[in-house]
């Protein structure tokens, strides 16, 4: 799941896809479940062709890249297929001085107002880009069966008395908070949050390089299929190295 804040990527992927993600844009890949499926992909940076190289403000700027790409477990108990997806626009309103964009699932907000983002899912889950344009604070309500997350793009937040910093993770369920149906957050201007939840899964999630699976053995048989080439993997349209995925070291846990 990547959602582009500043810059652009080029994706391209072993089903063919070619797409630049932009500001305010999702893509989403999905690899499917089972031993069968699987996908590979590249990410490049594009770079502004209205770039002035003599104007290093401008040809920074032009070039700068911020990017939150976030990895989605999938239920085990559906059999899902690879795809991608590319969502050029998303529901976007303003509560005060706070700018929100859903970029996944549905969501009420304090006013009342009902969003629906058009974003594939496989479990119910949310995903709010919450943007500071001045100084001031937003309440966002929250969902009884989910657990939930805070991920400090820029700038620091301040919730319940605690103050989070840049690449921080405030993670809490509903019954932590003082007021158990929603939650405040008091930021400055410029501060840019991505507020994401979902209901817990019933299967295990193991994690390997870049591989996820229901057990250790499916994990294995993962670096195996990777390393050989094998067709559940595919290939991309791309003239960059092929990575090789490192074995699952002796003490891991499965």
């Known amino acids: 799941f990547s959602w582009m804040i500043d810059g652009e990527i080029l994706h391209k992927d072993s089903l063919g896809s070619t797409q630049v993600i932009a500001k305010n844009q999702v893509n989403l890949m999905t690899a499917g479940t089972g031993l069968t499926q699987g996908i590979s992909h590249t ?17 920074v700027a032009a070039r700068s890249i911020n990017m939150i790409q976030l990895w989605i477990a999938l239920p085990t108990d559906q059999q899902i297929e690879r795809s991608f997806h590319h969502y050029p626009e998303l529901p976007t309103w303003t509560e005060g001085n706070v700018e929100l964009i859903l970029t ?3 969501y009420k907000s304090a006013s009342g107002e009902h969003h629906q983002a058009p974003t594939l899912q496989y479990s119910k889950m949310v995903g709010i880009d919450v943007h500071f344009l001045e100084d001031g604070d937003v309440t966002l309500n929250l969902e009884a069966s989910f657990e939930y997350g805070i991920l400090v793009v820029v700038g620091t937040l301040e919730s319940e008395g605690q103050v989070y910093k840049k690449d921080q993770l405030l993670r809490f369920h509903r019954d932590d908070m003082t007021d158990n149906t929603s939650i405040k ?34 994990l294995e048989q993962s670096v195996i299929d990777w390393n050989n080439g094998h067709e559940r993997f595919g290939e991309v349209d791309s003239d960059m190295q092929r990575l090789i995925a490192p074995e699952l070291p002796k003490g891991f846990k499965g």
């Open 104 to 106: 996944t699932g549905s």
């Open 185 to 218: 957050l008091l930021a400055k201007k410029g501060t840019r949050l991505m507020f994401i939840g979902g209901e817990p899964l019933d299967n295990r999630v193991l994690l390997w390089w870049n591989f996820v699976a229901d057990s250790k053995e499916a």
């Open 43 to 59: 990410e490049q940076s594009v770079f502004l062709d209205s770039a002035d190289s003599e104007n290093t403000d401008s040809s």
